[in-house]
């Protein structure tokens, strides 16, 4: 596809259940990102992969929240055990470059997720 | 103290009023600076970036970087009701793209 895609667009799930959520990135991009937004509050970094390794995971709030990515494409964030705090937007990005500067990351739609 | 700061808004002007959104911050050590519009229910996409101090114009947006000052804006000129969106500022170090920090957003609204 023209642009990153991710999946769900909307996830609803019980308080303790694990959930899996999905990012396409643009074809090419070596580089990939996923941040959290919720409500009232800004964009949060979670992860960044350079190919399939993720040097830095720094975001991750805890170990509940884990994140892989195959080769130079998809990636799946998973949260275990998921509590009501982690109802948020889960958005993910892509660019073409790593390293100083770096260039432009595309967003996608995200994943509204919603823990009841 | 959050590490960027951005008025929540919403922010209401007529249409073809000139808009002014800022955002301060804390850490030095930030060097890219990053506006992106958001449309409800959409990914932000990228309006303008600028590397340290000064001034960027494209079209009907400006941006200003004053570092002494920790201080961002961005000015939207002419504003059309298509405008209205959260406007999102982003901060990095020497990374640049690869660990945003990101304001909370303002909410501006173009009526016609």
């Known amino acids: 596809g023209a642009g990153v895609s991710q999946s769900p667009s909307n996830k609803v799930t019980e308080k303790g259940k694990d959930v899996e959520l999905r990012c396409d990135p643009i074809?090419?991009?070596?580089?990939l990102y996923w941040y959290r937004q919720r409500l009232g509050q800004g964009l949060e970094f979670l992860i960044y992969f350079q190919g399939n390794s993720a040097p830095d995971k720094s975001g991750l709030p805890s170990d509940r929240f884990s994140a892989e990515r195959t080769g130079e494409s998809v990636s799946t964030l998973t949260i275990q055990r998921t509590q009501q705090e982690d109802s948020a937007v889960y958005l993910c990005?892509?660019?073409?470059?790593f390293g100083r500067g770096g260039t432009e990351a595309f967003f996608g739609q995200g994943t509204r997720l919603t823990v009841v | 103290q959050k590490e960027v700061e951005q008025d929540p808004g919403p922010l209401s002007v007529p249409e073809g009023a000139i808009v002014s959104l800022n955002c301060t911050y804390s850490?030095?050590?930030?060097?890219?600076f990053m506006w992106y519009r958001q449309y409800s229910r959409k990914g932000p996409e990228l309006l303008m970036y600028t590397y340290s101090s000064g001034n960027k114009e494209d079209g009907r947006f400006t941006a200003q970087v004053d570092k002494s000052s920790k201080y961002i804006s961005l000015f939207i000129r002419d504003s059309q009701p298509s405008d209205s969106a959260t406007y999102l500022c982003?901060?990095?170090?020497?990374?640049?793209?690869?660990?945003?920090?990101f304001g909370t957003g303002t909410r501006l609204l173009v009526s016609p």
């Open positions: 982003a901060m990095s170090d020497h990374t640049g793209f690869q660990k945003l920090v």
């Open positions: 850490n030095s050590a930030f060097q890219y």
């Open positions: 990005a892509s660019s073409l470059a």
């Open positions: 074809s090419g991009h070596t580089a």
